[in-house]
């Protein structure tokens, strides 16, 4: 039996995702996150030295990093090649690079823009308030809101090729993708992006991922 340790609000719900879509039969191990801090509890260093999730524990083996989740999950369990196209292909180069873009260069600049928007409202000494959110003002400025504005202008138009990530079929580099598409629509929003939009539209229309919402709970990214 797979097991998924599962944190609300996090990469986690990718994992769920997917084995909803796969049809696996697994068990969800459900942790929260500190209301002060927002980080995950320390439950979960006892199963990941890293203490973060996912990890999806099958059989001997424990699993960490959505992205090597989700290609385990694939390769092991998806005999019809239903979420990822046939390996040696042109199409399935462009869904490895799907899977890897989306936390290796997509996310990035979406968790600087969470970070410099908390610092402006993170408790400090009043002297310190302009002098914090002059930086923080500065390098949203300079630097992390262009490169938001980079990388949803690159997935806004590899959208317009294709409904999805990797080509015409829905695979698992969608799932993998989901994650910063939704803290886009958070952080910057996505008035000026249809594509990116009525992607989100139709991976919330899908019966699986609906079902993953009720196995792990509510999904509300930090803005």
Not at 21 to 46: H, I, N
Not at 205 to 214: F, G, I, T
Request: proline fraction near 8%; charge should be positive.
């Amino acid at each position: 039996m797979i097991t998924v340790h599962h944190l609300n609000n996090s990469r986690s719900q990718r994992v769920l995702w997917l084995l909803e879509e796969l049809g696996l039969d697994y068990t969800v191990v459900r942790y929260q996150r500190d209301a002060k801090t927002m980080l995950a509890p320390p439950e979960l260093k006892k199963i990941h030295p890293l203490g973060k999730s996912p990890v999806v524990v099958d059989g001997e083996h424990v699993l960490a990093e959505s992205g090597a989740i989700l290609e385990y999950l694939v390769e092991r369990y998806d005999t019809a090649r239903r979420f990822a196209p046939s390996p040696g292909t042109a199409e399935h180069l462009r869904y490895r690079y799907w899977l890897h873009y989306a936390e290796g260069s997509a996310m990035p600049p979406m968790l600087l823009s969470l970070v410099f928007s908390r610092l402006k409202k993170a408790p400090m000494p009043f002297f310190a308030r302009p002098i914090a959110r002059g930086i923080a003002d500065k390098a949203m400025r300079t630097f992390v809101g262009p490169q938001v504005q980079l990388h949803l202008g690159y997935m806004e138009s590899e959208l317009g090729k294709a409904p999805w990530f990797a080509g015409e079929p829905f695979s698992a580099a969608d799932i993998q993708m989901s994650f910063p598409v939704e803290a886009a629509a958070v952080r910057a929003g996505l008035d000026t992006y249809p594509n990116l939009a009525g992607f989100l539209q139709r991976i919330h229309a899908r019966p699986a991922y609906q079902r993953a919402l009720e196995q792990g709970g509510p999904f509300d990214l930090l803005g």
